[in-house]
């Protein structure tokens, strides 16, 4: 078992705050087992009985009846037996609660979700309220003004490389090797051969993430589109597109005819479901944000190569996304850049270029600019990858992570060179 030392310390940080803790992130990502186990046996060793922890997990068969908000209330309640006690109440996959009809009024729009039965419980004042969800509707605009700024999300993420390397066995290249191949899925990383690997995070997909967007928004996915959608995710991750793209795609490769529009509002049911993200471009030296294209990343490398059955293991592009995923944990804002120039064509007109930085970091008022990079072994190639970053005008970080194992060092240009291990096992190179 991982300590998620991350999540478990936020935890802690916010127990007994008045506040509903929302625990959100991609299904099987060990959202249970943080609030179920770990956070558990921490209160536990703190001094809390057994019967002040109330938890109930709603993806259960044997807990469906408690998928009606009234019920679920009415057994929390049931359970809360002394007043002067207080209460630790972990409710798993909220989202499973329906909305139902209020049984006792006569205006067909009255309706009673788990929001009731959460601010319910939030007036109590013996009670300490935990939800985990996997689908971040569930954390849309109206629901959040509904618990009126009374909740706290704490995003959870699959395993990260520093979580996995510190249990693994062999050095850091071959932990490395072993994560980009099959990500960070707690279950996944317990098997042995690549086998049980692959066949778990196949099934995943298919019978849990793919089955979850279908039932939500009854979909029936004709010819295939969302499982066609998914491939063409996964094979341009770190490339830039739109939907008018990949609705072009379809059309010449595929010979399936599929607005831009249809696909935009998939691609959006696959980020609820935390399963991919996307990042905008942000234009560095104009200061705005650039509309389209943009990049998508998976949420984790192992279910993106386990859906293209391995096949395609380009580091240049995994690193890319493990290193967008990792900034994304440490609770950065992440762009990708842009940085527009002029230079010289080969009959040695001037033109005007657009030079890309592959992500802008931003968090609080510091900023860093970061390049991925397989290797800079040969000066030509170095240059190409550091166009970008010596064409900005401002004094921010500037920081190009390669594959290659070195030791961390700033050339003329101010420009900080380290290995993607280092960078991914130590926050502290950027805070």
């Known amino acids: 078992m991982y300590a998620r030392n991350q999540y478990l310390s936020k935890l802690i940080a916010k127990k007994d705050n008045g506040r509903v803790k929302i625990i959100t992130g991609l299904r099987r990502s060990g959202k249970s087992v943080l609030l179920f186990e770990l956070y558990r046996n921490w209160l536990l060793s703190e001094g809390v009985q057994e019967n002040q922890i109330i938890a109930i997990a709603l993806d259960v068969l044997m807990n469906a009846k408690y998928r009606n908000p009234i019920e679920l209330d009415k057994y929390i309640r ?35 979700t788990f929001v009731d039965v959460v601010l319910g419980l939030m007036q109590m004042k013996n009670a300490d309220v935990y939800i985990t969800g996997s689908n971040s509707k569930m954390l849309s605009s109206d629901i959040l003004t509904q618990f009126r700024d009374r909740g706290d999300e704490i995003r959870v993420y699959p395993i990260s490389f520093a979580e996995f390397y510190e249990t693994y066995e062999g050095d850091k290249r071959g932990a490395w090797q072993d994560y980009y191949t099959y990500g960070g899925m707690p279950f996944a990383l317990s098997l042995k051969s690549h086998e049980e690997k ?16 279908l039932e939500r928004h009854n979909i029936k996915n004709e010819q295939g589109v969302l499982d066609t959608l998914l491939d063409v995710l996964a094979s341009g991750i770190g490339s830039l597109t739109n939907p008018n793209k990949l609705s072009n795609t379809f059309k010449s490769e595929c010979q399936i005819l599929i607005g831009a529009e249809t696909i935009d509002k998939y691609i959006g ?22 509309s389209t294209p943009l990049k998508y990343y998976y949420s984790d490398l192992g279910l993106r190569n386990a859906r293209l ?14 290193l967008y995923n990792d900034l994304i944990r440490r609770d950065m804002d992440v762009d990708v850049g842009v940085v527009e120039c002029y230079g010289k064509n080969e009959e040695n007109k001037r033109i005007r270029k657009q030079l890309e930085v592959d992500f802008v970091v931003n968090k609080g008022d510091k900023r860093f600019y970061i390049q991925s990079a397989l290797s800079i072994a040969d000066p030509e190639k170095r240059e190409q990858e550091i166009a970008s970053l010596k064409k900005i005008p401002d ?27 280092q960078f991914l096992l130590d926050e502290n190179v950027i805070h």
């Open 395 to 421: 004094s921010f970080e500037k920081i190009v992570v390669v594959r290659d194992y070195l030791k961390p060092w700033q050339d003329e240009n101010g420009i900080i060179y380290m290995g993607v291990e």
């Open 309 to 322: 059955g391995f096949r395609q293991l380009e580091e240049t592009h995994i690193m890319e996304n493990v």
């Open 198 to 213: 692959g066949h778990y995070l196949k099934n995943l997909f298919e019978q849990t993430y793919i089955r979850d967007v």
């Open 269 to 290: 049911y696959f980020e609820e479901s935390y399963l991919i993200a996307k990042s905008n471009r942000y234009d560095v030296k104009g200061r705005k944000y650039i």
């Open 78 to 112: 049931e359970h809360m037996l002394d007043e002067k006690k207080r209460y630790y109440i972990f409710i798993d996959e909220i989202q499973f609660v329906s909305e139902i009809q209020n049984p006792y009024v006569d205006d067909v729009d009255a309706k009673i």
